[in-house]
C-alpha cells in the first residue's frame, strides 16, 4: 500500500508522528482535490509522491519562515574546492557506529532541500530522474544536492561522535586531556 | 603513474559515489587512509539509510477518519446521498468497508477513495520480480474471462433496472461508472506494469466491486426499491 510509502516518508522529513500523520492526510486531501488534473503523462505513483513531498516542503518552509529553494545553502569552503577540516580520521571512523537513531536525528538537522534529496534517494529508493521530476529539478542537481547531503550528514555523524567520546573521557575521569 | 592528490579527489567524489570510478581515483583512494576513510563513512550512510527505508509504517487509522470527514466537508465524497441506499442486509464488509473506518460500505465515497487507493498502489516502484511470462499467459486469460462475465452480467442487470424507480436506478448507474472507471485504472496500469503484483491483486478485487455492484442492482431491479 503505498499510503505507507507516503507516510513513511512524511515521517522522516518532519521527524515526529503527529506532524507525519497531519501531512499525510494533507497529501491524500491533495490527491482528492486534484485527481482531476492528473493525465497520465507520469507514473501515477510519481505524481502523488511529488504532491506528497511539495506538501511536505510547503510544511518545512513555513516552520523555517522563509522560502527555501533547493539551490539553497551551499557550503563556503565548497565554492573554494578545499577540504573543510581534517576528515576521516581514523578514530572517528562512522562505519559500524551508524544507528537509525543517530542517522534521523542528523538527516533533521539537514536543510529542507538536501534532506528531500536524501530522503528520496537514500531512504526511500528513488532514482535520480524521478528525483528531478518530483521536485522540479535538474538530474545533475538531484545528484548534486544529494553529495552535499551526504558529506554533510557525515560532518552531523562525526561531530555526534566527538561529543559521545569526550563525555565518555569525561565519564571515565580522564577528561583532561582535549582531544580538539 | 601519477595517483591525484585528495584535493583532486575530492573534486570526483560526487562522480565516485555514482559509480564513475577511474583508474587514478581508485589508486588514490588505495594509498590514501584519509579518502579510504571518506569512502568508507559515505558507504556506511548510504548503507544505513537503505536499510531505514525497508522499515516503514502505516499510518494510523485515525488518519482515514479525519481525511475522510474532510472529504464530506468539502462534498468531494457523497457519504449521505448514497448510504440510503445500501441495502439494510447484507451489505459486504471487509477491506473496502474499513477503509475509512465506516460502518458500511458507502458506494460513491467509498469506491472514489478505492480508485484513488488502487491508483497509489497499481503504479509505484516496485521490488517484486515475477515471471512476466506466467502471468501473461496465466493472469491475462483469467481477467479477460472475468471482463467478458462482467460485461455480460451488466447488459442483463442494465435491462432489469429499466423498471425499478429511475432516482434509484440513476445513482446506481453512477456508481457503475466509478466502478468502471476504477477498472479501466487498474487494467491500464497493470498493462503499463504487468509484473507489479499489487496492480493484479488491485485489478482482482476492481472485478470483484463490480460485481458485487451488479448483485446489488440485480436484486434492486428485482425488488423495486
Known amino acids: 500500500m503505498h499510503s505507507r510509502r507516503v507516510y513513511s516518508l512524511c515521517l522522516r522529513m518532519v521527524g515526529n508522528t503527529a506532524e507525519a500523520e497531519d501531512l499525510t492526510q494533507e497529501a491524500f486531501l491533495q490527491l482528492f482535490r486534484k485527481i482531476g488534473t492528473f493525465r497520465g503523462e507520469s ?9 506528497a513531498v511539495n506538501v511536505v516542503l510547503m510544511k518545512l518552509r513555513k516552520k523555517s519562515g522563509k522560502e527555501t529553494s533547493l539551490e539553497q545553502v551551499t557550503e563556503p569552503d565548497e565554492e573554494s574546492g578545499t577540504p573543510r577540516r581534517d576528515f576521516g580520521a581514523p578514530d572517528l571512523a562512522l562505519s559500524g557506529s551508524i544507528d537509525r537513531v543517530n542517522l534521523q536525528r542528523a538527516v533533521e538537522q539537514l536543510p529542507p532541500g538536501y534532506k528531500s534529496v536524501f530522503v528520496l534517494h537514500d531512504v526511500q529508493g528513488y532514482e535520480h530522474n524521478e528525483i528531478a521530476e518530483m521536485m522540479g529539478c535538474s538530474i545533475g542537481n538531484s545528484k548534486s544536492q544529494l553529495h552535499k547531503a551526504r558529506m554533510r550528514l557525515r560532518d552531523l555523524l562525526q561531530e555526534e561522535l566527538r561529543a559521545k567520546a569526550r563525555e565518555d573521557r569525561r565519564a571515565a575521569g580522564g577528561g583532561a586531556a582535549s582531544e580538539d | 603513474m601519477a595517483t591525484m592528490g585528495c584535493n583532486e579527489f575530492l573534486k570526483q567524489l560526487e562522480g565516485w559515489m555514482e559509480g564513475e570510478r577511474g583508474a587514478e581515483a581508485r589508486a588514490h583512494v588505495k594509498q590514501c587512509a ?13 548503507d544505513r539509510a537503505h536499510a531505514w527505508g525497508a522499515e516503514e509504517a502505516a499510518p494510523p487509522d485515525r488518519v482515514w477518519v479525519s481525511l475522510r470527514a474532510q472529504l464530506e466537508s468539502e462534498g468531494l465524497i457523497r457519504d449521505a446521498a448514497v448510504a440510503e441506499l445500501e441495502p439494510a442486509a447484507g451489505a459486504r464488509r471487509g477491506w473496502r468497508a474499513g477503509f475509512f473506518g465506516a460502518p458500511r460500505p458507502v458506494l460513491a465515497g467509498a469506491y472514489l477513495a478505492l480508485l484513488v487507493t488502487a491508483a497509489i498502489a497499481l503504479t509505484g516502484p516496485s521490488t517484486r520480480q515475477l515471471d512476466e511470462k506466467r502471468w501473461m499467459t496465466g ?12 460485461d455480460s452480467a451488466e447488459k442483463s442487470t442494465i435491462s432489469a433496472m429499466a423498471v425499478s424507480d429511475p432516482v434509484v436506478t440513476a445513482s446506481l448507474h453512477d456508481n457503475l461508472a466509478i466502478v468502471d472507471n476504477y ?7 497493470v498493462r503499463e506494469d504487468p509484473e507489479n503484483e499489487i496492480a493484479r491483486d488491485y485489478l482482482y478485487e476492481a472485478y470483484q466491486q463490480k460485481a458485487d455492484l451488479l448483485e446489488q442492482m440485480t436484486e434492486r431491479g428485482v425488488s423495486g426499491r
Open chain 1, 43 to 51: 507514473a501515477f505513483s510519481t505524481w502523488l509522491h511529488r504532491l
Open chain 2, 34 to 46: 584519509k579518502c579510504s576513510a571518506l569512502v568508507a563513512d559515505l558507504d556506511a550512510i548510504q
Open chain 2, 139 to 150: 493472469t491475462q486469460d483469467t481477467t479477460g474471462a472475468l471482463s467478458a462475465q462482467l
Open chain 2, 183 to 189: 477498472i479501466t485504472l487498474c487494467e491500464k496500469s
